[in-house]
């Protein structure tokens, strides 16, 4: 056990307690997610005490989120434990705990953790990656009724929806009240939206066929709905255009140009007309998590830290915010909000923090290596982007397969996805079609 977790003991229940320092620097990450374990793993050879604290126990291998909303994957198969880490490297700490405060001044961050109430811990040099959350744009009433997708617990609990409609739409006598539950709203035709649309699609055609007497699923309306004048704004216009009619052959509504007024437990109303829909789900935008907002330093609309060329905060010297939580531009453009770049910032930060232990300096700025953009539409259909590059269809879909399973973050998981797919593929079944019990009282 490592210094830091062995001076801080369970009987400090609520106490708060300063964590006393050791010989060794000590570099605090918050976040385990891609640009965080990128961080601790590039200073694998440092000689420092590194911190790895996040709220959740496991890594969220996340462009595969979709997949378990839509049942085609469980949580497990896209996600692995933080705390192996720790078997892996020798200088890493890992602690459960959500980071509720940051005191530049003392150089120490605060830490709750159930159970153990909150503690401060001293860091030398300090490394936010704490990602993104769904952005209802001033809305946030809108989440009752519209889950967003960003950790499992969302992807179970828009999977029970989904399945959970349908089964109520099998014993209603009303008519009105069956379309209701049979039509599916998705606000936002990013990625995720365009993903989840190709997804349901194909579930409620092929998965869920000949599943119910009382209802022809394939009868179903899903809707996708953007405010924007396109789907897939980040793409090239061409691909965005194959895109829409993909979609449209899939049976899915696009409707762009639409901003949505309302959402309550009736559905949505969008562009003055009331859509009815029992499950909205929402997967429009995204705003930084609270972390960055605690520096007290500077952050763009969307909250996330405004960092120089070497991802330094510039008011704190060895404060550091790499992922989708910093704001970094390049070349005039924003580095995207995607899991290349938080990966290779993550990286970057570790070697920088590395050299600059061993009394180096690191001279050259971070760079981002594009290495394209990727979106899934329904089985067999994929587009790519990679600079001067656009490519859709079969082809490019089997790149995609190739290329996330060989990122899935350990090798139980490549092969516990790859087993589901090939299963899903020639069977169009989905192994994860599982509504959870609510706990009973007894
Ligand atoms: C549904 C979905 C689909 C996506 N699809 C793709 C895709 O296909 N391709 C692609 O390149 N990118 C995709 N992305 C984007 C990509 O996942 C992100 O760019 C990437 O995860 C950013 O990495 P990060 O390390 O900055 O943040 P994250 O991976 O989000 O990790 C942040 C971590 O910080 C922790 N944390 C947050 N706040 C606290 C706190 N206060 N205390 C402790 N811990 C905290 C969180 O628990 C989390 O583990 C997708 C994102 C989503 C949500």
Known sequence: MSAMLAETRPDEATATAEVLRGERKRVVIIGGGFAGIAAAHALRHADAEVVLIDRRNHHIFQPLLYQVATAVLSPAEIAAPIRQLEAKQRNVSVLLAEVTGVDLASRTIEAASSGAGVRKIAFDYLVVATGMRPNYFGHDEFARHAPGLKSLGDAEKIRAKILGAFELAATTEDEGERARQMTFVLVGAGPSGVELAGSLAHLVKVTLQHNFHRIDPSKSTIVLL????????????????????????????VLTGVKVETVDEQGVVAGGKRIPSATVLWTAGVAASPVPKMLGTKTDRAGRALVDPFLKVVEAPGVFVVGDAASVMQNGHPVPGVAQAAIQEGRYIGRLIAKELKGRKVKRPFSY?????????GKNYAVLERGWLRTSGFLTWLVWAFVHILSLPQLQNRLRVQHQWLWFYFTGQRSSRLIPEQPSDA
């Open 226 to 253: 953007d405010a924007g004048n396109r789907v897939l704004p980040t793409f090239a216009e061409a691909l965005s255009r194959r895109v829409t009619r993909r979609l449209t052959k899939l049976g899915v509504k």
């Open 369 to 377: 290596f594009d290495k394209g953009n990727m979106a899934v539409v």
